[in-house]
């Protein structure tokens, strides 16, 4: 393999990569990898000075601190393939910020299987980490509503059916978690009202409108 071939996939490369020698030296880091760490990032001159680079395992910012012989760099050095591990890393160029991050290393070896470096990869997880934090914002809203209205809010799926937690619909029928999952719900209605509504239900999700429907409900004292 040509030289200018591997320096164009570590100049490319969308995950950040550095490589080190026996001693732990690092001896290249990709321009991924620089800018996660910042650009004063130090290229350190063996696993001990490990301990300039700030992480802690785990997102939240209540893990440990990471020891420099705790890092991936360092136990693939020793030998040892490391999967991918979560971490919160401190960027040089920014003090106080944790940056969440999935790093794995393996170690390098020559022809007569001799450690001679190891090679690591960081990929980037704050967009998915902001994503996860979104939809969790965003449920905690929604349940927020629901237990905030007069009205009761439900949500079933494109059968009628109740999927999940509905807490609104017990609240007000007393039906348990149990009792209203699939088409319990309809347990709770009249009667003479609970096929009309499952036929309802089906027919606007057929014309993909709106459902609009009057039944009766009896509530968790009895009374319809």
Known sequence: MQPWFLETVLEFAPVGICVADASG??????????????????????VQDYRKHRGWFGIGGDGRQVEPHEWPMSRALGGLIVEPQIFEIEPFDGPGVRRPIALSAAPIRDAAGVITGAVAMLCDLSELVAAQDAV????????????????????????????GEQVGWAAFTGQSYQDYQGFGWADAVHPEDAQPSIQAWN??????????????????????
Not at 25 to 46: C, D, E, I, V
Not at 141 to 155: D, K, L, P, Q
Not at 203 to 223: I, T
């Open 25 to 46: 030296q690092l001896l290249r880091l990709n321009p991924a990898m620089t800018r996660l760490w910042g650009n004063a990032a130090p290229f350190s001159q063996s």
């Open 136 to 163: 969790y914002k965003s449920e905690a809203r929604f349940c927020a509503a629901v237990s905030a209205v007069s009205s009761i809010v439900w949500t079933n799926n494109p059968r009628g059916e109740m999927e």
């Open 203 to 224: 027919q606007a999700v057929a014309d993909r409108r709106m459902f609009l429907y009057e039944h009766r409900v009896r509530r968790h004292d009895g009374v319809w």
